[in-house]
């Protein structure tokens, strides 16, 4: 299978699904993704069983202020230069380009950059959703070492990072940006198929595509994105309101929906990051991290990110289970609800909306 | 302004044109609606005739302000648009997205005279990505035939000094006119680039404008001093909107909210505009306009021009009321213009919302009669009913019968609906305010609506918009990056004087600017802690 402008606009809106409130806006990456497809030619999308063991696999993303991601738009040599650093290195070219964070931007702007580089997609990501810090990738959960990072820049720097662990790789590679204007684009855990196999989460850009192209041509598409997404619909309703508060460098927010229709009566309340992390009733948690819970506008089901929250809107939050790497005792120390700073235990989306799930 | 001072509003909407004359105290003396013309020209000079018609002291007359849809209609229709040099300042930044990648193929193919990224242009903190290379910016404009050019840099609304030598270096060696996005938009390269670059298309419209109102003056012996209206809801001279055609976009619905606060007396409100197809719900702040936090998109290009925060719901005098199997449905088509014939208290055939209205006693002021009217119609389609078919028109039972009223009565059941939701969409969860109901259409609206403190029905409202353009003031606005740190005062105060300087530009008087907006937005990842900074400055025309 191949990724051709024709499908961009349904990976995009996917992505924004997948993005659970955060991750970046998808315009620009679709953009960038549709003139390189002119370009270069649709991008073939394959899956880790057609690579050999030996064959490496780059997962791109970019990094930064999106304030400056959307004024500082990457340049079209970034992707080259890593590539060539990654030969440099290894001794042989990169085999595939694999999204770092499916959820959002970094979802849809690796089609560009695969396109760019004549490689292609792998059908994987190291999420399965959109997390903010580096170190919250499937990579690192499965115990693969943290021990290279490259980073590219819009002028043509290249930095190599060979750090000690994931949080000095959260660490460094923020500086590198910070210094690169606050933007750049990054490989990180360049890994071989081998080493791939069971540490990134597979089929990911093929889920997005289904998940953007569920709501096309239906009547009813907030019933057809629940079906294909499997997901309980906690609420549907009016947020009523959002509350932002900026603490330790990471802006927290509380959104109320109040429900109407056959939820009247009812109250859900957000807990957002940079992402939808917890959704309460009643002070209990009806859905959590690193379970995927995102706010999709009743009418067209089209995503609404944590930014675009606002008064009035008439929203269904949706939730749905993550992948089960994130379920293991590293994953939920690393992206459970203590991670973000919420003192819940994690429980299962399962179990807390029973016999809820479609699909 | 001069003893006796007289000065004319004129706003061109979709349907009708509106003009006004105000005198010295702010009083409305003339009033005149005429339907908008496809070439907007003569419905223009018919608004203006009809109010000169009621007034004497034509040398009184010493400002007409306009608020038109010339360069709306330009960009929608692709005609009459320059061909538009399209220069980007910020290789090897930016490449992955060149200029115009989202643009309509055929507005493109209007428009563009060739597309080019350069290097130069600015990081996030005021560092240059490179140097500016004035030599592939002359190798590119060589090559190209355009009637205007268009620059845009990276990060130039924080640091506009590339833009600025690139715009001397068009004016000096190729004598076109230049439009730099840092005058034009805030930050989002994409979104501030296609407004500089529809802006350049529209220096002909522009001028067009410019030409046919001061030749409408002149033809009328008319020495009055001519202004145009922008989207924010102010006004600048004509010289400024030759360089900023663009802001001419949009300007109805601002003249609209800033024509209820001048006639209500109230600031904080928010306003329905009325009209015979839609109606539009904005939010007064302060009696300025709440502006759109979303990026609007003009003739299917995004930009992210400032724009008031507008609610369109499809529910205007001429919408459509239909019954049928599963109830009454209340549009989304309207008569439109044709309401005058087709309503059913006008003697048409078509029940309207407006014929809702009026079986629910909500009556304009001097149409006592609409209720005797409606009910004749409806005698008369009963009349004639036994001899047609059933169900030709959208309401088939014409009589006031039960039936018949209890139709309208469930169509303005809906429609009520419609304007409450649309009310709490805008209220943002504020119930203190009261709701200024503008418009032909405002007697529509129900006397009591949940969500808000009142429903105010100034007087002149169906001419709010026309009113709204007479009493503007002019303004000027910076979005750029400040130091957050110990500096970040003095850099706040920078940018208000910067402000300030543009509203005085605009035509504003120096004495009487003030700083009517600050807007301050922390930014994340940057080496010096920076915040984004929105400052918008207004103030009277100057005499």
Redesign the interface.
């Known amino acids: 299978m191949t990724i051709d402008i024709s499908d961009i606009p349904a990976l995009a809106r996917g992505c924004a699904v997948l993005g659970t409130g955060g991750g970046g806006d998808v315009r ?1 990456g679709s ?2 993704a ?3 497809i002119q370009t270069y030619g649709p991008v073939p999308l394959i899956e880790l069983a057609d690579l050999p063991a030996d064959a490496l696999v780059v997962p791109l993303s970019g990094i ?2 999106p ?2 991601s ?8 970034e992707p080259k230069r890593i590539a060539e650093e990654i030969e440099r290195i290894f001794g042989r070219p990169p085999a595939a380009v694999m999204s770092s964070e499916i959820g959002g931007a970094n979802g849809v702007a690796p089609v ?1 950059w695969a396109a ?1 580089l004549g490689l292609p997609l792998l059908d994987a990501d190291g999420m399965g959703r959109a997390f903010p810090e580096v170190q919250m990738v499937s990579m690192y959960v499965a115990g693969l070492p943290a021990d290279l990072v490259i980073m590219s820049d ?3 720097n290249i930095v190599t990072i060979r750090p000690i662990d994931g949080l000095w790789s959260e660490r460094l590679a ?1 500086a590198v ?3 690169a ?2 933007h750049a684009l990054m490989a990180d855990y360049v890994l071989t198929a081998a080493q791939a196999r069971g540490a990134v989460i597979e089929g990911t850009v093929t889920r997005a595509l289904a998940v953007g192209r569920a709501t096309e041509g239906t009547a009813e598409p907030l019933r057809a994105l629940a079906e294909r997404l499997g997901a309980a619909r906690l609420i549907t309703g ?1 947020l ?2 959002v509350e932002r508060r ?1 603490t330790g ?1 990471f802006v927290r927010g509380t959104a109320t929906i109040e429900g109407t229709g056959d939820d009247r009566g009812r109250t859900l309340t957000l807990e957002l990051q940079n992402e939808n992390l917890v959704a309460l009733e009643n002070g209990r948690p009806r859905a959590m991290v690193p379970d995927l819970i995102t706010v999709v506008d009743t009418e067209t089901a089209a995503a609404v990110q944590t930014e675009g929250l ?4 008439r929203v269904t939050v949706l939730a749905w289970p993550c992948d089960p790497l994130w379920r293991t005792p590293k994953g939920l120390e690393t992206a459970g609800p203590r991670a973000f700073g919420y003192d819940l235990e994690y429980v299962p989306i399962e179990e807390l909306v029973k016999g809820e799930l479609r699909g | 302004m001069a003893e006796g001072a007289l000065r004319i509003g004129i706003d061109v909407g979709g349907t009708n044109t509106d003009a006004v004359v105000l005198d010295a105290a702010d009083r409305v003396v003339a009033k005149a609606k005429r339907p908008t013309t496809p070439d907007v020209t003569e419905g223009l000079q018919a608004a203006l005739d009809a109010v000169l018609a009621d007034v004497t002291a034509w040398e009184r007359i010493t400002r007409v302000m306009l608020g038109t849809t010339h360069a709306t209609n330009a960009i929608l229709e692709r005609r009459n648009l320059g061909r538009v040099a399209v220069l980007r300042l ?9 200029p115009l ?2 643009w309509p193929d055929d507005l493109r193919k209007a428009v563009s005279a060739g597309e080019v990224i350069v290097p130069g ?1 600015h ?3 005021g ?1 240059e ?2 140097p500016l290379d004035l030599g592939a910016i002359r190798r590119f404009l060589d090559g190209v035939r355009a009637d205007a050019v268009a620059v845009t840099g ?2 130039s609304p924080a640091s506009a000094d590339h833009e600025r030598a690139v715009e001397e270096l068009v004016r000096d060696e190729y004598g076109l006119p230049v439009s730099v996005s840092h005058e034009i938009g805030s ?4 979104e501030r680039e296609n407004a500089a670059v529809l802006n350049a298309a529209l220096y002909g419209v522009a001028a067009q404008v410019t030409e046919a109102l001061v030749a409408a003056l002149a033809e009328r012996g008319l020495g009055a001093r001519p202004y145009l209206a922008q989207n924010d809801g102010t006004l600048m001279t004509v010289a400024h909107a030759a360089r900023l055609p663009v802001s001419t976009i949009g300007s109805g619905p601002a003249n609209s909210l800033r024509g209820a606060a001048f006639l209500s007396g109230v600031r904080d409100a928010i306003v329905a505009d009325v009209g015979g197809t839609s109606t539009d719900l904005g939010v007064l702040v302060g009696g300025f306009p709440r502006e759109s ?1 979303a990026a609007v998109e003009i003739g299917g290009v995004l930009t992210n021009f400032r724009m008031p925060d507008i609610l369109a719901i499809a529910l205007g005098g001429g919408t459509v009321v239909r019954s049928g199997g599963t109830g009454v449905r209340v549009g989304p088509d309207s008569v439109g213009y044709r309401i005058a014939e087709e309503a059913l208290v006008f003697g048409g055939a078509t029940s309207t919302v407006t014929d809702a209205a009026v079986a629910g006693g909500r009556v304009p002021a001097n149409a006592a009669d609409w209720r005797e009217r409606l009910e004749a119609a409806a005698r008369a389609a009963r009349a004639g009913e036994a001899a047609k078919p059933a169900g030709t028109a959208p309401y088939g039972a014409g009589d006031m019968s039960e039936t018949f009223s209890d139709t309208l009565q469930s169509a303005l059941a809906v429609a009520d609906a419609m304007v409450i939701d649309a009310v ?6 504020r119930a203190d305010r009261p709701l200024v109901a503008v418009g032909g259409g405002a007697f529509l609206l129900p006397a009591e609506i949940p969500g808000v403190s009142g429903v105010i029905r100034p007087e002149h409202a169906e001419v709010a918009n026309a009113v709204g353009a007479a009493i503007a003031l002019a303004s000027g606005r910076v979005d750029t990056i400040s130091p957050a740190g110990e500096s970040r005062a003095k850099a706040i105060e920078r940018v208000k004087e910067e402000a300030a300087a543009r509203a005085v530009a605009a035509g504003a008087d120096p004495a009487r600017v003030e700083i009517v907006d600050l807007l301050e937005v ?6 010096e802690p920076a915040v ?1 900074v929105h400052v918008k400055a207004a103030g009277p025309l100057s005499r």
Not at chain 1, 70 to 77: L, N
């Open positions: 620009t953009l960038a549709i003139r390189a930064g202020a304030t400056v959307h004024e500082m738009i990457h340049g079209e040599d560009a760019q819009i002028v043509g923020r940006c910070v210094a204007g606050s009016k009523t309101d900026t460098g606002r008064y009035g809107q | 910020g290789a090897p930044a930016t490449t992955a997205v060149p990648s989202d242009g990081y996030v903190d560092r990505i490179g990276v990060f930050l989002g390269l994409l936090a709490d969409r805008m209220a943002l969860g922390p930014l994340s990842y940057l080496s984004r």
